[in-house]
């Protein structure tokens, strides 16, 4: 099995034995709700479910003061009264005579899942555990944490497994330092010590209310530029679900379909090795959903597209301002991807809390109600877009004996009527061809598959005089039949059919341009950066921007003449541009590609990892260049490609039919 699931039932025993309304949200039916709702699912049934073990001593040393360890250890013969006392030297903590063994049982979960993605037995998985630990201290609990699980996690899979240096990201609501824990060393500014200088990466949300658009948008333009430079062993996610609709405590509104794309986004790193432990959470639909929708994305289903308008918030913007301005002197990445941010740190304050969300409130039951529209929402488009049986198919017209595909990849033997074939075949004399009209007729088939629901994703190919051809008639066959929002990401020299309606229906974006133009904004073209740096930059600051933001039913990926991408390359591009369209993409390959290359894209396409793209170099000057040309033609139209609030004046708007410019030369 791909995935593991590691939990222990007595982690539910501790609970709050004495009335404290700020301590009461942390309960057992967190775990319970969670795992129930998994099993409604089918998808503890998916994973290799591991029973947690406790982390011995010398393991919760790896962090923790010895001195604490037997604090902690004395509680389990304390009485009510005294460990009420207890707690109360803490901020929002209680202990439980139950509160070692589970925190040992939630630090062991982690460990054990550590272990098992470290030694190849999974490829990844969740540890599903109770308590939290991302606030707890070397020698203090604090925040409903006893102790720091994933910090344990870090140093044991640096001592036990030979990993080296610990990149830390964090995003959470800080309001300017108004709100808990109040901490100075949690602003943008705050990037580490001496030799870590840079390897602390702190995201602060300065207003509460942000969602899916935001977290995207910080994945995009911060953590993920920065991660694909420091090339990580292993990906560590505290999977707080503070931040999802809802939820008390972070009021957020990030929607569970949301943590399944961020997780998505995290498996192209670290060849897939992904360890998520469960850290906050506290409203249990919410939570519960969020959890399946990890534990989904894990097992390399697709995930359900975003809801509402992919535009992040100004608040949102500034904050990612800030983050790359602090972050900038120590990562090419963010330095090669041409803005020029202005570090503005928060103004930290210690004047007044943030106000809670009082239950009963009228703000409350505002939130509550939101919410349960937004679960209910997500429930009613599970029924709508279930797992489908067969996640990818391949139709190649000559099988390659060294094509090794997955077990449950289709090889799709059969065509379209030829009827269908032939009225196709007309609009261009290309297809007339033997050959041509065979192609086409398979890749007309995996098309109706895609666009009826039987078929999530595929792979064919065309004869090479055909490409273009068939492109053409795979566009206007998706729009006639379907497909809403389509986005076809043409790689190589392939132009854009000439007489395309530029409707808002379709995005083209053409990569091997021969110079950075966009002659509308649904028309963009730019050259095939050369270095791993100038490829990554291109991809995550303006293909997958575009992409979110358009929200497009179904993407092609089309890889025509001379497309010169490498196949590491290309399968990191088909399994980013998975997340935009819920999964629903077509991949159109030259007949004369590698069998290789067609394995490793029906690999991503059904969920795991692509391969590494070798040593980090940097971008260009040349393809840096045409990178900042575009976003400024861009971003006024297309929000999610925005790093910074706006300032001064307005910038020149696109045209949105035919005309446009290009970057000078």
């Known amino acids: 099995m791909r995935t593991a699931l590691v939990y222990h039932e007595d982690m539910t025993a501790a609970q709050l034995l004495w009335e404290d309304p700020e301590c009461e949200i942390e309960r057992p039916e967190r775990l319970t709700a969670a795992l129930e709702r998994l099993r409604q699912w089918g998808l503890e049934q998916r994973c ?36 009420q006392a207890l707690s109360g030297q803490y901020d929002a903590v209680y202990f439980h005579p139950s509160t070692f063994h589970c925190a040992r049982l939630a630090v062991g979960a982690a460990l054990q899942l550590v272990d098992a993605v470290l030694t190849g037995a999974v490829h990844n998985g969740l540890a599903l555990v109770r308590p939290p630990g991302h606030h707890s201290q070397r020698a203090a609990a604090n925040g409903f944490c006893v102790f720091n699980n994933v910090a344990i996690a870090a140093k044991y899979a640096k001592q036990r497994h030979g990993l080296h240096s610990v ?49 995207v948008a910080a994945f995009l333009h911060v953590l993920l530029p920065v991660a694909f430079e420091f090339d990580p062993e292993l990906v560590l996610i505290s999977a707080g679900f503070d931040s999802a609709i809802g939820d008390p405590e972070g009021q957020m509104r990030a929607t569970p379909e949301c943590f399944s794309h961020l997780t998505q986004l995290l498996q192209v790193l670290a060849g897939g090795r992904v360890c998520a432990v469960l850290e906050g959470g506290y409203h249990l639909e919410s939570l519960s959903q969020s959890v399946c929708m990890v534990v989904k994305a894990l097992l390399g289903d697709p995930a359900l597209p975003l809801s509402g308008p992919m535009e992040p918030h100004h608040s949102a913007l500034e904050s990612i301002q800030s983050v790359r301005a602090a972050q900038t002197p120590h ?83 059969g065509s379209a009527p030829q009827e269908e074939t032939r009225a196709w075949a007309r609009l261009h004399e290309a ?72 409707d808002g229906r379709n995005l083209w974006l053409n990569i091997r341009g021969k110079e950075a133009a966009a002659p509308s904004m649904f028309q963009v073209s730019v050259p095939l950066p050369g270095t791993t740096g100038g490829f990554v930059s291109c991809v995550l600051a303006l293909v997958l921007p575009l992409a979110y933001g358009f929200q497009p039913d179904l993407v092609l990926v089309a890889l025509g003449p001379a497309h010169g991408l490498q196949a590491p390359r290309a399968a990191l591009l088909a399994s980013l541009l998975r997340g935009p369209a819920g999964g629903r993409v077509l991949v159109l390959l030259e007949q004369g590609s590698t069998s290789q ?5 029906a690999r991503v396409l059904q969920g795991e990892a692509p391969p590494g793209l070798g040593p980090f170099s940097m971008a260009s000057p040349e393809d840096t260049q045409a990178l900042i040309y575009l976003r400024g033609q861009l971003e006024a139209e297309w929000k999610m490609l925005q790093v910074a609030g706006e300032a001064g004046g307005a910038r020149p708007r696109l045209n949105t039919g035919s005309g446009g410019s290009s970057s000078p030369q």
């Not at 479910?49 to 304390?78: C, D, F, I, M, N």
């Not at 200088?197 to 509460?208: H, M, S, Y």
């Not at 490409?467 to 076809?488: N, Q």
């Open 167 to 215: 990149l830390y990201f964090s995003w959470h609501r800080y309001e300017h330092g108004h709100f808990w824990p109040y901490l100075r060393e949690s602003d943008a500014d705050a990037v580490g010590q001496g030799q870590g200088r840079g390897f602390t990466v702190n995201l602060p949300w300065n207003q509460v209310g942000m969602g899916n658009a935001d977290y």
């Open 331 to 413: 990562w090419t990445s963010l330095r090669q991807q041409g803005s020029t941010p202005i570090l503005n740190p928060s103004t930290y304050s210690l004047e007044r809390r943030a106000s809670p969300v009082s239950p009963g409130g009228p703000k409350f039951k505002a939130a509550e109600a939101q919410a349960s529209a937004a679960l209910s929402s997500l429930l009613d488009q599970l029924h709508l877009n279930p797992t489908l049986p067969v996640r990818t198919a391949v139709a190649l017209t000559a099988l390659d004996a060294a094509l090794v595909l997955p077990a449950d990849v289709l090889r799709q033997e």
């Open 48 to 83: 290799l479910q591991l029973a947690a073990r406790e982390a011995s001593e010398a393991e919760l040393g790896l962090v923790h003061s010895p001195e604490y360890v037997s604090l902690l250890r004395g509680t389990q013969t304390l009485s009510t009264r005294e460990l």
């Open 431 to 502: 297809l007339a061809q033997d050959k041509a009209l065979t192609a086409l007729g398979k890749v007309l088939h995996l098309l109706n598959g895609i666009l009826d629901g039987q078929v999530n994703s595929g792979i064919a190919a065309t004869p090479e005089p055909a490409a273009a051809p068939t492109l053409d008639v795979v566009i206007r066959r998706s729009l006639s039949h379907g497909a809403r929002r389509l986005l076809c990401v043409a790689v190589g020299q392939l132009d854009r059919p000439a007489d395309l309606a530029d």
């Open 597 to 601: 290359l067609a394995g490793i894209l």
